[in-house]
């Protein structure tokens, strides 16, 4: 069964860069598509970034410029680093694997831009 773990979430002022990580258990990985979506209080979850397995990405109009997904498929991790951070940017991130129609998802982690 596919487990996936965030980590790198915090408290980080504007203009401010963050690091998430997920890992990903299971042998899904390399034929999967990665990615981070994210949701704000009061809000509908949002897609942030997508990465095929060929390393095909995708992006929201909102962060395009400031955010760079990435993916390690020997640590079956994939990244997103969040550069140039916007109170907006405020939001529980989520890590997703879409596989045949399935999708399998993290726990969140909570990413706070305030000063």
């Known amino acids: 069964q596919v487990q996936l773990v965030e980590s790198g979430g915090g408290l980080v002022q504007p203009g401010g860069s963050l690091r998430l990580s997920c890992a990903a258990s299971?042998?899904?990985?390399?034929?999967?598509?990665m990615g981070w979506y994210r949701q704000a209080p009061g809000k509908q979850r949002e897609l942030v970034a997508t990465?095929?397995?060929?390393?095909?990405?995708n992006y929201a109009d909102s962060v395009k410029g400031r955010f760079t997904i990435s993916r390690d498929n020997a640590k079956k991790t994939v990244y997103l680093q969040m550069n140039s951070l916007k109170p907006e940017d405020t939001a529980v991130y989520y890590c997703?694997?879409?596989?045949?129609?399935?999708?399998?998802w993290g726990q969140g982690t909570q990413v706070t831009v305030s000063s």
């Open positions: 997703n694997l879409h596989l045949f129609a399935a999708d399998y």
């Open positions: 299971g042998n899904i990985f390399i034929s999967s598509r």
């Open positions: 990465i095929t397995n060929n390393r095909a990405t």
